[in-house]
């Protein structure tokens, strides 16, 4: 039962994330910690406490490794400041949310995976019809495609998700 409203409140928060980062490239700042919270609790409920900490620590390390890379992209590669021109702060508390939710080898999939179909879908979208923003919205399109990751799990589609 409370897996239930988890799994349901989950899809709800990545479907908003979605509509928002879409529609206004503004997201409700609380969705980030709930999205956290929410994918964190399915997480934990199908690993152990020890490899689910390990697996936790290992992600957010890649995300901190992922960021400084960036920075130092934009700053001395692209001369642009990261949180203002190269990645919205949304786009880095959707990583970390992300990091949180899954096993270090699913993660490393899924994230891989999810910016992927993020800029190809954008780049499909820019040929198809004019796009009122020039910029991709990232943790619109990584939800989306989590949306579709759960689905597939929940449906046993993808029954590896939590394997460690």
């Known amino acids: 039962m409370i897996a239930t409203l988890v799994k349901i409140c989950l899809v709800a928060t990545l479907a908003l994330i979605f509509y928002q980062d879409l529609k206004e490239r503004q ?8 999205f956290a ?9 199908n690993a152990n406490s020890t490899t689910y900490l390990y697996a936790i620590m290992i992600n957010l390390s890649i995300v901190i490794l992922l960021l400084l890379v960036l920075f130092a992209l934009a700053k001395w590669i692209w001369n642009k400041n990261l949180l203002k021109e190269a990645l919205g702060l949304g786009d880095i508390l959707f990583f970390i949310g992300f990091a949180v939710s899954f096993p270090t080898v699913s993660f490393i ?4 995976f999810s910016m992927l179909f993020a800029l190809i879908i954008h780049r499909v979208l820019a040929r198809w019809k004019s796009l ?15 949306i579709m990751v759960y689905a597939a799990h929940w449906a046993n589609l993808y029954d590896v998700m939590y394997v460690m």
């Open 132 to 146: 009122k923003h020039a910029t991709i919205p990232l943790a619109g399109w990584m939800s989306l495609f989590l």
């Open 27 to 34: 997201v409700w700042f609380f969705l980030f910690p709930l």
């Open 37 to 45: 919270l929410l994918g964190t609790s399915l997480f934990y409920m």
């Open 109 to 112: 999939n899924f994230f891989a």
